[in-house]
């Protein structure tokens, strides 16, 4: 890993979790320093992370400043509670609330314009996989938020490599297939530019566990992780962060 990139490890907690267990990490969770951690839970237990040594996220935010969106909430309103980074794109949101590649253009800018950070998710199916077409559709998905964004998105933006198939369900893509995809992103990012895509973050996301975390990590490409099922067992969490740092 170069130097020029702390790592980041984020786990998205998803519709999981309980006071019990915000009460667990904020007073429990210490990690050696050298590595940015951020903890994504359902936003109605954000508030109660007051002190926590870590950095807070949301797992989704509206493009919108206010307004008549029953259930939705803004980025200005997450940040003032705290709140820095924020999970976009993700396969879930785009999968059952139909979130296009446009939307989440449209989110990952109202992020950055208000001063945080995007955790952009970006990833494909097995099937599209299978078709030879895993490069084309990752670009896709990048050039849809850097043409909303601009080049001065990096190196705020974080990305997240999350292979569909690896996510939750104990599969994960081996070291060398993410290392592949993830050197594929930041060739993708170079060509915009080239040292701001130098010290813009990649993570891998899926199945990344306490087990396989420090494979997965070794590679130059790999800056850290986004941790679903892992995240909600501290000492899991722990290990993975560690094995970033
Ligand atoms: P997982 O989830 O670690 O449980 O596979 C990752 C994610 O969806 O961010």
Redesign the pocket.
């Known amino acids: 890993m170069e130097c020029s990139r702390t790592p980041l490890v984020a786990g ?1 907690w998803k519709m999981n979790g309980d006071l019990q267990l915000v009460d667990s990490f904020v007073n429990e969770l210490k990690i050696d320093s050298g590595v940015d951690i951020v903890i994504c839970p359902p936003a109605c237990f954000i508030a109660k992370f007051e002190n926590a040594q870590f950095s807070i996220g949301a797992q989704n935010a509206s493009q919108f400043d206010k307004g008549a969106y029953t259930g939705e909430q803004s980025f200005d309103m997450l940040k003032s509670l705290g709140v820095t980074h924020v999970v976009l794109g ?1 396969s879930e949101r785009r999968e059952q609330h139909g979130e296009t590649n446009d939307v989440v253009a449209l989110k990952t800018k109202a992020c950055l314009d208000a001063g945080m950070t995007p955790i952009l998710c970006i990833g494909e199916s097995l099937e599209t996989r299978q078709s030879g077409d895993l490069f084309a559709f990752l670009k896709g998905q990048i050039d849809a938020v850097l043409e909303a964004c601009g080049t001065q998105a990096m190196p705020t933006l974080v990305i997240a490599y ?1 292979p569909i198939w ?3 369900t104990g599969v994960t893509a081996s070291p060398e297939q993410a290392q592949e995809v993830h050197a594929f992103i930041r060739s993708e990012l170079s060509q915009l530019d080239a040292e701001k895509a130098s010290k813009t973050r990649i993570l891998y ?4 566990n306490a087990k396989n975390a420090s494979e997965l990590l070794a590679q130059n490409d790999i800056d850290g992780g ?5 995240s909600l067992k501290i000492e899991d969490f722990t290990t993975i962060c560690n094995a970033a740092g």
């Open positions: 998205n993700h999350e690896a996510i939750g996301g899926g199945s990344m986004l941790i679903g099922g892992a």
